[in-house]
């Protein structure tokens, strides 16, 4: 037998039954209880916190059993009811964390787009459209290409007050128009399903993109003041193109097609050499004058070339024949 400081003895003898446990201490006696005869006695521990009112199952955790798992009547007081206040502190650090990250997308997107630089492109009216759309068909009697700028500031006068300047409304509206013609034509010919007209619509901005990224790759040899927005809405022009080459080869069958195909690209290609030759050679340095222009012109010359090769590329397989 062996007993521990609080007076708890063990009796592993082969005596009177087989006493497991007893309490040997504070006027009980020797007490002890048979396992098999008895049901085992709640344990006392004297006043004043002796004994051990504190203990628990090694390894145990608040909330947690006898039997090892989670139970939510055993916690602590105060722990039950989750604090109002750390609510309202998590929801406002949480909302400052977006706050922030806000900011820190806006800052990245602002380094490569700029919403009012983007505005600007996008400031047109009715007057301006119709305007436009003319002086992309019929661009022969034009005389006057110079894009005028503010007197009070650097930056050129918007497309409504100026036919020249370059605008992205009419290469969208053309791009989204040209995707649902395409679909009609397709549907006249018993070709049309959603996917094929997504694999368009894919194909027609991988190429954009293609030409873009070529291009504004050849801005920083030539030197030139053309922005990246501009070259889009340059190379976009030639939706308005595909649009109506689509639209005449629905009525006019071939022969539609061709005509205006062959008419569009000498008018876009007209337009293009008049307006992008003033902003091109607007930027000249004295010891590279020679070398600089006949970059710029073969610049000149492959962004103009190359729109007519990309309307018959991108139209020929939708037309009605």
């Given at each position: 037998?062996?007993?521990?400081?609080?007076?708890?003895?063990?009796?592993?003898g082969?005596?009177?039954?087989?006493?497991e446990?007893?309490?040997?201490?504070?006027g009980?006696?020797?007490?002890?209880?048979?396992?098999?005869?008895?049901?085992?006695?709640?344990q006392?521990?004297?006043?004043?916190?002796?004994?051990?009112?504190?203990?628990?199952?090694?390894?145990?955790?608040?909330?947690?059993?006898?039997?090892?798992?989670?139970?939510p009547?055993?916690?602590p007081?105060g722990?039950?009811n989750?604090?109002?206040?750390?609510?309202?502190?998590?929801?406002?650090y949480?909302?400052?964390?977006?706050g922030?990250?806000?900011?820190?997308?806006?800052?990245?997107?602002?380094?490569?787009?700029?919403v009012?630089?983007?505005k600007?492109?996008?400031?047109?009216?009715?007057?301006?459209?119709?305007?436009k759309?003319?002086?992309?068909?019929?661009?022969f009697?034009?005389?006057d290409w110079?894009?005028?700028?503010d007197?009070?500031?650097?930056?050129?006068?918007?497309?409504?007050?100026?036919?020249?300047?370059p605008?992205?409304?009419?290469?969208?509206?053309?791009?989204?128009?040209?995707?649902?013609?395409?679909?009609?034509?397709?549907?006249?010919?018993?070709?049309?399903?959603?996917?094929?007209?997504?694999?368009?619509?894919?194909?027609?901005?991988?190429?954009?993109?293609?030409?873009?990224?070529?291009?504004?790759g050849?801005?920083?040899?030539?030197q030139?003041?053309?922005?990246?927005?501009?070259?889009?809405?340059?190379?976009?022009?030639?939706?308005v193109?595909?649009?109506s080459?689509?639209?005449?080869?629905?009525?006019l069958?071939?022969t539609?097609?061709?005509?205006?195909?062959?008419?569009?690209?000498?008018?876009?290609?007209?337009?293009?050499?008049?307006?992008?030759?003033?902003?091109?050679?607007s930027?000249?340095?004295?010891?590279h004058?020679?070398?600089?222009?006949?970059?710029?012109?073969?610049?000149?010359?492959?962004?103009?070339?190359?729109?007519?090769?990309?309307?018959?590329?991108l139209?020929?397989?939708?037309?009605?024949?």
């Amino acid at each position: 037998m062996y007993s521990d400081d609080q007076g708890y003895g063990y009796n592993g003898g082969q005596g009177q039954g087989y006493n497991e446990y007893y309490y040997g201490g504070y006027g009980n006696g020797g007490q002890g209880y048979d396992q098999y005869n008895q049901p085992p006695p709640q344990q006392q521990y004297p006043p004043g916190g002796g004994g051990r009112q504190n203990a628990q199952p090694q390894g145990a955790y608040a909330g947690q059993g006898d039997s090892g798992f989670f139970n939510p009547g055993m916690m602590p007081p105060g722990m039950n009811n989750f604090n109002p206040m750390i609510s309202t502190f998590a929801k406002q650090y949480g909302e400052t964390l977006v706050g922030q990250g806000k900011e820190i997308v806006d800052e990245k997107i602002q380094k490569f787009v700029t919403v009012s630089k983007l505005k600007y492109y996008f400031a047109v009216d009715t007057a301006y459209v119709m305007k436009k759309m003319g002086l992309l068909f019929f661009p022969f009697t034009h005389k006057d290409w110079s894009i005028h700028y503010d007197k009070n500031e650097d930056d050129a006068v918007q497309p409504r007050y100026e036919v020249n300047a370059p605008d992205l409304y009419i290469p969208l509206m053309a791009f989204i128009t040209y995707i649902l013609v395409a679909g009609v034509s397709l549907g006249m010919q018993q070709k049309f399903s959603p996917e094929f007209l997504g694999m368009q619509a894919s194909s027609a901005l991988g190429w954009l993109l293609l030409e873009l990224m070529i291009f504004t790759g050849f801005t920083y040899v030539i030197q030139t003041d053309l922005k990246v927005f501009d070259l889009l809405t340059f190379c976009g022009y030639k939706f308005v193109g595909m649009l109506s080459i689509l639209i005449a080869s629905l009525f006019l069958k071939k022969t539609g097609y061709y005509a205006v195909l062959l008419y569009f690209s000498l008018s876009l290609s007209f337009f293009l050499v008049q307006t992008l030759k003033k902003q091109i050679y607007s930027v000249t340095t004295h010891e590279h004058v020679m070398t600089g222009n006949k970059r710029r012109l073969y610049f000149l010359l492959a962004l103009a070339g190359v729109q007519p090769v990309l309307m018959g590329l991108l139209t020929y397989h939708l037309a009605v024949w």
